[in-house]
């Protein structure tokens, strides 16, 4: 139990263009989802926290332009990024927890996806 | 602020050793989570162990066990009969209850050589 999806999982685009990630939970509800970027060889930074029908929640220095995130759904949340240049390419990563079992607390994440801006 | 701190950039063990991964982790909150997560070279998150701030216990899971030590604030992995795919990053975390948002460690590249 508890999978997250995430699609695609690698994507190569032309600068200027936008991309958008798609985070599922699978097999269970998830309220809250979050997106967090990976640059190699580092830690995950949270971006923000996306909330089933409601605004999302962007962590300081975020851009709410340029990163849309968008949760309409118990089971659906995306990350746009809008106007991709090179510095954007990263991992994206987004997680979940499972509504049912809000409280153990844990976030189950979704495989990543690579974006490379050329 | 809360802070996770994992001195051991790079580990290197020998197949079947056990091994202990260091986490220490700051916050002034008396109620929080504490969490391991692996990361193979394929990039996905695998959730490993987690421990609460007011468990008496310390939690285990499989050959996976955390060293709670709450008055030293340190919340260790111990993996134990190490295999060759333990290969991986593994990052300790920490949630502080109130908040939803994890705290994330730099992480430790764990390394079994055969």
Same mark, same amino acid.
């Given at each position: ?61 975020? @851009?709410?332009?340029? =990163?849309? $995130?968008?949760? *309409? ?8 990024? /809008?106007?991709?240049?090179? @510095?954007?390419?990263? =991992?994206? $990563?987004?997680? *979940? ?8 607390? /844990? ?12 | ?114």
């Amino acid at each position: 139990g508890a999978v997250v999806s995430q699609h695609p999982s690698r994507v190569i685009c032309k600068s200027g263009t936008s991309v958008k990630i798609e985070c599922r939970s699978l097999d269970f509800q998830a309220t809250t989802m979050f997106w967090y970027r990976q640059f190699p060889k580092q830690s995950l930074m949270l971006m923000a926290t996306s909330n089933e029908g409601s605004k999302a929640t962007y962590e300081q220095g975020v @851009e709410k332009d340029k =990163f849309l $995130i968008n949760h *309409a759904s118990l089971t659906l949340s995306t990350l746009t990024v /809008t106007s991709a240049h090179p @510095e954007d390419s990263s =991992f994206y $990563i987004c997680s *979940a927890r499972d509504q049912a079992r809000a409280y153990q607390e /844990t976030q189950y994440f979704g495989p990543g996806t690579r974006l490379l801006v050329l | 602020a809360q802070k996770i701190t994992q001195t051991q950039p790079g580990m290197f063990v020998q197949e079947k050793e056990a091994v202990t991964l260091d986490c220490t982790y700051d916050t002034s909150d008396p109620s929080y989570g504490l969490f391991w997560y692996k990361q193979p070279s394929s990039g996905e998150m695998i959730f490993l162990i987690y421990q609460g701030s007011y468990d008496q216990q310390n939690a285990t899971e499989g050959r996976y066990s955390l060293n709670f030590q709450k008055a030293r604030k340190s919340a260790n992995l111990v993996i134990s009969a190490s295999q060759l795919g333990d290969s991986a990053m593994y990052f300790c975390a920490m949630r502080v209850t109130g908040a939803q948002k994890l705290v994330f460690g730099q992480g430790t590249r764990l390394t079994i050589n055969p």
